[in-house]
């Protein structure tokens, strides 16, 4: 670029001034007011102030994993070449040893477990924090050819034992070797393939037992924590592989007792009762439920496995989950509460307080779990019974309560058996019941405690009661009524009126109550309570209703329902004290439409000869002042029934009613000018 000045001379300006001629003139500004965007400001800070940080260098990783190639042998195992096998086997041993895997996380190569999904989808059997260790610090190595033969679909062929032999022959220490992920031995492998006949596994089984190193086979668990043996008891409950039940004998006979159970595991017992059930499984379950011989011959072959552990070590009987600590019989009566071999076979092999006095985490008795579920009336009569007979052996301080403490006994959650049985015919009808969705994790059946949602369940239970009483307004007789109240409720309420029975018969005798004999109001009554879970009042207005002919039947200690209601309030062992306001209101609610149905009863004396007035101002009852406004109009009404009771001495106490009262600092001061108001001459002094 030349430019020409005024005095002729001529300039150029390439030198100072450089111009892109490549791009138009808007890339060109664009580019440039770009870089101003982008250039940093300049730092007005000393550069030796400053700290440098130290550049890192890449850590550098001194290990390479060699090259590896498969050996001929097992090349011929995945071809499935046997003869080949035989004959390399005998020229090249070499080839049958183990090679490390240095490092490298690989997908199993093996064969798909069948139990993975089905054991996740068991809570209950899920390994306690210290199952598995030791897994990491496992040795792993690449396939091997044994574990290649062990996974075959070919391996029921009768020239493969031979092969197999060869195999364990030319390294024994393919046996127990995990193959790219802990615990995946060949062992498992043949465990796990439903082709493998009994001679195979007992060769393997043979090999374990001859040399030392392969003993881990029968300690070592894979990733999901079950052994070998599990795996055989998975296929016994599925029937996947031919002779399941003789897989398991040939295992037991090979191995003690000592090698087969762990301090950190569940035993196999657990194992075979808590997984696998034919109502909690996916795909399983269709198929089970649509074939009633599917379903019976799955639980003949449950039931037969059972009894072949407990021959080989009764003492699984005792043995308890790690997580859930749910016993043998928790778990059988959730899973299989519908077979009643398998429940009488548990009650014949244990003592009945190794079975039925043993609570889990959640503060739950076999019997809880049985009314959870809704097991069938033959079985819930075994665990009614059985329960029933351990606590009339039990020893109590003081007075024995009045009620039996294990059958009204509350869990964790605060429910009972009574309890679980009415929210399970509520939410489900009468039918059997394994598992619903708002379970907690590894529970066995019991609900959360969630006070709104019994609120919700009382309503409907409400609802069902007055329906009843609705539709036989017209109806004369109990057993007319009971008639149409089963037409409502089903069997259920049978079920409800035997564990009652049950419930509220208590005593020295030693006899189990005749559960022939229908229940009675008095033993409804026994299980209203103020401080201590009682009936639902829809269930004390049902019964009630049913049995009004029975409001003035004595039982055998000379007292009738009403003075079980003002009487029996102290706390049985195993029930935990219930401070609430709406248990409270049921409670005077009952009594006052107890006494309003037949006034009369004002009038009867107990066995001690008190008078119902005597009974409620008694101050040996845990009555505390919350109640003091209920206890006070039971008073007037009973005052406004029989006014003469205020003049009449209690027997016990040899105190007047205004006394009983006045003596009671959780009765207020109104309560004792109530009495004193219908007693004036008691407040006269004494003439003398």
């Not at 199952?131 to 610090?137: C, H």
């Not at 009415?422 to 619903?436: H, K, N, P, Y």
């Not at 369940?457 to 329906?467: E, M, P, S, W």
Request: contains cysteine; proline residues 7%.
């Amino acid at each position: 670029m030349e430019i020409t000045e005024d005095n002729g001379d001529t300039v150029r300006l390439n030198s100072f001034i450089s111009l892109d001629k490549t791009r138009p003139f808007w890339q060109r500004s664009a580019a440039s007011s770009s870089r101003r965007r982008s250039t940093p400001p300049v730092s007005t800070k000393s550069p030796g102030r400053l700290p440098v940080k130290p550049s890192k260098r890449k850590p550098e990783n001194p290990f390479y994993e060699p090259a590896y190639v498969e050996s001929c042998l097992v090349q011929l195992c995945r071809a499935g070449k046997w003869e080949d096998v035989l004959q390399r086997c005998q020229e090249h041993p070499e080839e049958a040893n183990l090679v490390p895997l240095f490092g490298v996380k690989e997908k199993n190569a093996g064969m798909h477990d069948p139990v993975e999904e089905r054991f996740h989808r068991h809570p209950l059997h899920r390994r306690s924090k210290s199952s598995g260790q030791g897994l990491e610090n496992t040795e792993l190595f690449r396939e091997t050819p044994l574990g290649i033969v062990c996974a075959s679909e070919d391996i029921g062929k009768s020239y493969v034992p031979r092969v197999i032999k060869a195999l364990i022959e030319a390294n024994p220490r393919q046996v127990g070797a995990s193959q790219l992920l802990p615990g995946h031995t060949a062992l498992r492998d043949a465990c796990l393939n439903h082709f493998c006949p009994v001679e195979i596994l007992e060769i393997l089984l043979e090999a374990c037992s001859m040399y030392s190193n392969n003993d881990q086979a029968f300690r070592l668990r894979d990733q999901g924590g079950v052994s070998c043996l599990e795996h055989l008891i998975a296929a016994v409950q599925l029937g996947l592989s031919s002779e399941p039940l003789e897989k398991v004998k040939v295992y037991i006979k090979m191995r003690p007792i000592e090698h087969r159970k762990s301090a950190d595991d569940n035993s196999p017992l657990i194992f075979l009762l808590t997984t696998g059930n034919s109502f909690n499984d996916g795909d399983v379950s269709f198929a089970t439920q649509s074939s009633l011989p599917q379903l019976n011959g799955r639980l003949e072959r449950v039931f037969e496995l059972t009894k072949l552990l407990l021959d080989d070590d009764p003492g699984l009987l005792s043995s308890c989950s790690k997580v859930s600590g749910c016993s043998p019989m928790h778990a059988a009566l959730r899973n299989y509460g519908t077979f009643e071999p398998l429940i009488q076979e548990l009650i014949n092999r244990g003592t009945r307080h190794q079975l039925m006095d043993c609570r889990n985490m959640y503060g739950d008795l076999p019997l809880h779990v049985a009314c959870s579920v809704g097991v069938p009336m033959k079985v819930l009569l075994l665990v009614l019974g059985e329960t029933a007979k351990i606590s009339l052996h039990m020893r109590y301080a003081g007075m024995p309560p009045t009620v039996n403490p294990l059958i009204w006994s509350t869990n964790n959650s605060g429910y009972t058996p009574i309890d679980l049985e009415w929210v399970r015919v509520i939410e489900s009808g009468s039918d059997f019941l394994s598992a619903r969705t708002f379970y907690p994790l590894e529970a066995t059946g019991v609900r959360r405690h969630c006070f709104k949602q019994d609120d919700y369940y009382k309503d409907l239970l409400r609802k069902a009661v007055n329906q009843v009483m609705q539709n036989s307004a017209h109806r004369i007789g109990s057993e007319a009524r009971e008639e149409d109240a089963r037409s409502i409720f089903g069997s259920s309420i049978d079920r409800i009126s035997l564990l009652i029975k049950a419930a509220s018969y208590f005593g020295d005798s030693g006899a189990y109550p005749d559960t022939s004999v229908p229940v009675s109001l008095a033993d409804v009554c026994k299980l209203c309570r103020v401080y201590t879970p009682s009936l639902p009042l829809p269930l004390l207005d049902l019964f009630l209703w049913l049995r009004s002919e029975d409001i003035l039947e004595t039982d055998s200690s000379g007292n009738i329902p009403l003075h079980h209601v003002l009487s029996g309030n102290n706390v049985p062992r195993g029930c935990s004290i219930v401070r609430n306001s709406n248990l409270m209101m049921d409670w005077q609610a009952f009594v006052v439409r107890l006494i309003d149905k037949y006034p009369a009863q004002a009038k009867v004396r107990s066995g001690s000869e008190r008078l119902p007035l005597h009974l409620i101002l008694d101050r040996s009852v845990d009555f505390s002042g919350e109640l003091a406004v209920g206890r006070h109009k039971i008073v007037e009404r009973l005052v406004e029934i029989f006014p003469d009771s205020v003049e009449l001495l209690d027997p016990v106490t040899g105190l007047y009613p205004f006394m009983m009262a006045a003596n009671d600092p959780n009765l207020s001061i109104d309560t004792v000018f109530l009495l004193l108001r219908h007693a004036p001459s008691q407040c006269l002094p004494n003439k003398t």
